[in-house]
């Protein structure tokens, strides 16, 4: 499988709270409707770890977005579908910038 990961930060004149409230209750369930998606994961922040150890990159975030197709090719056809095109409109409406990668999870514990 492969995955895509967004780290989204909410538009200036909204809320944390707004922005995730509206993540759920409006964004989420046109992500079910996504030809070819198999997983949606929303990542809420709830805090900042920090270590001592390593220095830390400076990004402000409202949470992380993880979506699943079984190959490349079902996420290209499902990035030109109507279903797509509403959720990143939807998306528009409350994220204010974006940081997207196209990810292969390589599971080492679990």
Known sequence: MIKTI???????????EQFVAHW????????RAV???????????QGVRRRAD?????????????????????LEAASHTPEMEALHA?????????KSYIVEEKTIVG
């Open 6 to 16: 967004g780290l989204l930060t909410r538009r200036d004149d909204w809320t944390h």
């Open 24 to 31: 759920v209750d409006v964004h989420a369930p046109l992500a």
């Open 35 to 45: 030809p070819g998606l198999l997983r949606y994961v929303q990542n809420h922040i």
């Open 54 to 74: 390593v220095g830390e990159t400076v990004i402000e975030i409202d949470g992380i977005a993880e979506l699943w197709f079984a190959d490349r090719t079902a």
């Open 90 to 98: 939807d998306g528009a409406k409350f994220i204010g910038r974006i």
